[in-house]
T-cell receptor, first 114, second 116 residues
C-alpha cells in the first residue's frame, strides 16, 4: 500500500529564511507527486505537481520541488519565505494513473514570523 | 477555471438525522470525484472514490451504508451521512478530477459538519 510521510509536523521560520519540507513516499511503481497548500480558513490549492520529465518542478508563488527517485523523495523548497506563506502543506502521491486515489501525507504546519 | 463548490459549507444537526453534502464541478465535467474527511490538525483521509454512473469505491474501514455516495451526473456528487452521530462531526472535502489528461484533482472548500 502506498504511504506518504512528511519529516516535520511544525516548522517555524523567520521571514526571508529558506524553506525545505521533506516528503517521502513508499510505492515501487510509477507515481505522480503533488504538493498542496491549505491557507488558514481556505481550501486546498495545488502548489506544484510532478508526472514525468525534469525532476525539478517549479510551482506557484516561488515554490519548487525535486523528485529524487532513488530516495523516494519529493522535497518542497522556497529560497525566501514570506509571512503569507504561513499555512499547512501536504505532500501527496498517486500511483501513476489519474483514476487512482491520491494519498496525502500528514501535513506540515509552517509558521513564518515577520 | 477548474472550480469545485460544496454545499452547505456549514451544517449543524441533531444526532440521528441524515445530512446531504453536495459537490459540484462548476466549469468542467468530472468523471471521477473523491470524498475526504479531515479531522482538526490532521491530514485528509480518503473515504471513497466516486465515478459517474457507477457505485462508489469505499476505503477500508469506511461504512458504505453510513456514508452514501451518489454521482448522478458529470458535475455533481453527493455524500449523505445517514443517522449522524457526534463522532461523525468532521470536515468533509470533495475533489474532482478534471480530466484523464490533466490528472489533477481540484478541491472543494469543504463542509464542516457538527452533530449534536
Amino acid at each position: 500500500a502506498q504511504s506518504v510521510s512528511q519529516h516535520n509536523h511544525h516548522v517555524i521560520l523567520s521571514e526571508a529564511a529558506s524553506l525545505e519540507l521533506g516528503c517521502n513516499y513508499s510505492y515501487g511503481g510509477t507515481v505522480n507527486l503533488f504538493w498542496y497548500v491549505q491557507y488558514p480558513g481556505q481550501h486546498l490549492q495545488l502548489l506544484l505537481k510532478y508526472f514525468s520529465g525534469d525532476p525539478l518542478v517549479k510551482g506557484i508563488k516561488g515554490f519548487e520541488a525535486e523528485f529524487i527517485k532513488s530516495k523516494f523523495s519529493f522535497n518542497l523548497r522556497k529560497p525566501s519565505v514570506q509571512w503569507s506563506d504561513t499555512a499547512e502543506y501536504f505532500c501527496a502521491v498517486n500511483a501513476g494513473t489519474s483514476y487512482d486515489k491520491v494519498i496525502f501525507g500528514p501535513g506540515t504546519s509552517l509558521s513564518v514570523i515577520p | 477555471g477548474a472550480v469545485v463548490s460544496q454545499h452547505p459549507s456549514w451544517v449543524i444537526c441533531k444526532s440521528g438525522t441524515s445530512v446531504k453534502i453536495e459537490c459540484r464541478s462548476l466549469d468542467f465535467q468530472a468523471t471521477t470525484m473523491f470524498w475526504y474527511r479531515q479531522f482538526p490538525k490532521q491530514s485528509l483521509m480518503l473515504m471513497a472514490t466516486s465515478n459517474e454512473g457507477s457505485k462508489a469505491t469505499y476505503e477500508q474501514g469506511v461504512e458504505k451504508d453510513k456514508f452514501l455516495i451518489n454521482h448522478a451526473s458529470l458535475t455533481l456528487s453527493t455524500l449523505t451521512v445517514t443517522s449522524a452521530h457526534p463522532e461523525d462531526s468532521s470536515f468533509y472535502i470533495c475533489s474532482a478530477l478534471m480530466s484523464a489528461i490533466q490528472e489533477t484533482q481540484y478541491f472543494g472548500p469543504g463542509t464542516r459538519l457538527l452533530v449534536l
